[in-house]
């Protein structure tokens, strides 16, 4: 934790909003299912979206260049010409004299490329070739074992309200929010979109309390910052995350938000308790003084002794049993 003002307002969470892949997934992304159209090959479609995405760092892009290397089929980077990359949305590059994209629905749409409109439950990856559509490649992932527990762990500690944000599109987005039982989930988001909801969501008149956002990757380094608590995946997660969040968890476990939330609480219940102990202590001994019946021994107590005991309360959060 970055400052005691965020472990303060972390006990003062009520709303929590997670990104999906990579947060509540496990961001290992494996390709189920390759559709090709208008007499395009599936070897080829493959061969094409391999090349276009093989310098990108994006989980989709290293699952289909995978699929590829598993398929025993090399891929030749001298064989791309240009490389255009459209952020959260895909890829454009110019492979053998031919113009490939590979990416989402909206950038489709963007291009003005008919093509088929995915109803999975999955992430699809739609490939054009020469300004036609090729087919699309059905992406594949996993939720966190714990990712369920977290949201259950979460509404017994009293946080009222779970959103989902992510880039993926609706079908995959909904079958996700269904598993976990999430109140809300906003799909196809670019970061800027990701920003756009936090600040509604902060803005709602049902909001109460604090908000805190969890991300992992580079889309959610421009969220963070806006959230009132910004946490970020440690252990997989991006160096623009880790650096702009107020709370960095070290595994990659979403019950650990749950823990971080329970040790705040903890913590604020026991700056209070040492607060109002002080003072009482004190004004009794005042009291005592200002009416001679307080000696030098007490004096000490209510000096050193409460400072004493002020640490000794404290040390029952090394005790502490979060889960």
Request: hydrophobic share 45%.
């Amino acid at each position: 934790m970055k400052g005691s003002n965020f472990l303060d307002a972390l006990s003062a969470v009520k709303t929590v909003v997670f990104d999906k892949t990579g947060t509540l997934t496990q961001g290992q992304f494996e390709v189920q299912k390759v559709v090709s159209k208008n007499g395009v090959g599936e070897q080829k479609l493959l061969e094409f979206a391999g090349l276009a995405e093989m310098h990108s760092s994006h989980p989709i892009a290293k699952s289909i260049v995978d699929r590829l290397t598993q398929s025993g089929i090399k891929l030749d980077s001298t064989s791309i010409a240009e490389h255009v990359d459209f952020p959260g949305r895909g890829v454009q590059a110019q492979i053998r004299g031919h113009e490939i994209l590979v990416g989402s629905d909206g950038l489709l749409h963007h291009k003005q490329i008919a093509h088929d409109v995915c109803e999975l439950e999955g992430t699809a990856a739609h490939v054009a070739i020469d300004g036609t559509y090729a087919g699309h490649i059905l992406i594949g992932d996993a939720l966190k074992t714990d990712a369920k527990e977290a949201i259950k762990q979460l509404r017994k500690i009293g946080i009222e309200r779970i959103v989902m944000l992510t880039g993926d599109n609706r079908c995959a987005a909904e079958s996700v929010a269904k598993a976990l039982g999430v109140d809300a989930f906003h799909a196809e988001l670019l970061p800027e979109d990701k920003v756009r909801i936090l600040e509604d969501i902060q803005l709602s008149s049902d909001h109460s309390g604090k908000l805190a956002f969890v991300g992992d990757g580079i889309n959610d380094a421009p969220v963070i910052p806006r959230a009132d608590v910004g946490i970020a995946m440690g252990a997989l997660g991006s160096d623009a995350a880790i650096e702009t969040a107020d709370v960095v968890l070290m595994a990659d476990s979403p019950l650990k938000i749950v823990e971080a939330v329970e040790i705040a609480r903890q913590t604020r219940r026991i700056v209070w308790q040492n607060i109002f102990m002080a003072l009482s202590i004190k004004l009794i001994f005042v009291t005592f003084g200002a009416m001679g019946m307080a000696s030098m021994w007490e004096a000490v107590f209510a000096d050193m002794g409460v400072s004493l005991a002020a640490v000794a309360n404290s040390t029952r959060m090394l005790r502490g049993k979060w889960l």
